[in-house]
Structures are given as structure tokens and as C-alpha cells.
């Protein structure tokens, strides 16, 4: 069981780094890197706001109810 723990580890890792190489060989420039060349067409870029908004929301939120309620508020 523990070899295919590991075995998920090492392909997620590999997975991640040839993901990573593949974007790198893509970007060419600053806004390629920044704003994905503006190229991200509304399925992604759906995808990726939705992931953007509720994550900066919870985080700004959670923040401002610690501030105002202490521990018990986040």
C-alpha cells in the first residue's frame, strides 16, 4: 500500500513539472505569462474565476470577521 502512495506522489510530481515545462515553452513574453496571452477563451477563463473569486473572497472575508469578532470570527 505504501509503494502506491508513493507511486501517486512521484507521477503527480512528474505530471506538475512536464505541465510547467510545457507552459514555459508557451510563454513568450510578459503578458503571456501574466494574462495567458489573453488566449484563455470563456470555458478557462470561467474555470479560473470561479476558482479566483471565492478564494480572494474567503480569505478577505475571513480576515475582516477575525478583525471584527476576534478568533471565534474566522
Do not use: C, E, H
Not at 502506491?4 to 505541465?19: E, P
Not at 494574462?35 to 470563456?42: D, I, T
Not at 470561467?46 to 470577521?65: D, K, N, R, W, Y
Amino acid at each position: 500500500m505504501q509503494i502506491i502512495n508513493i507511486a501517486i506522489v512521484v507521477v503527480y510530481l512528474v505530471a506538475m513539472l512536464g505541465f510547467g515545462w510545457w507552459g514555459k515553452s508557451r510563454t513568450r513574453n510578459t503578458s503571456d505569462y501574466l494574462v495567458a496571452g489573453r488566449r484563455l477563451g470563456p470555458l478557462l477563463y470561467t474555470g479560473t474565476m470561479a476558482a479566483v473569486v471565492p478564494g480572494g473572497a474567503s480569505t478577505v472575508g475571513g480576515v475582516g470577521l477575525g478583525y471584527t469578532f476576534g478568533i471565534s470570527g474566522m
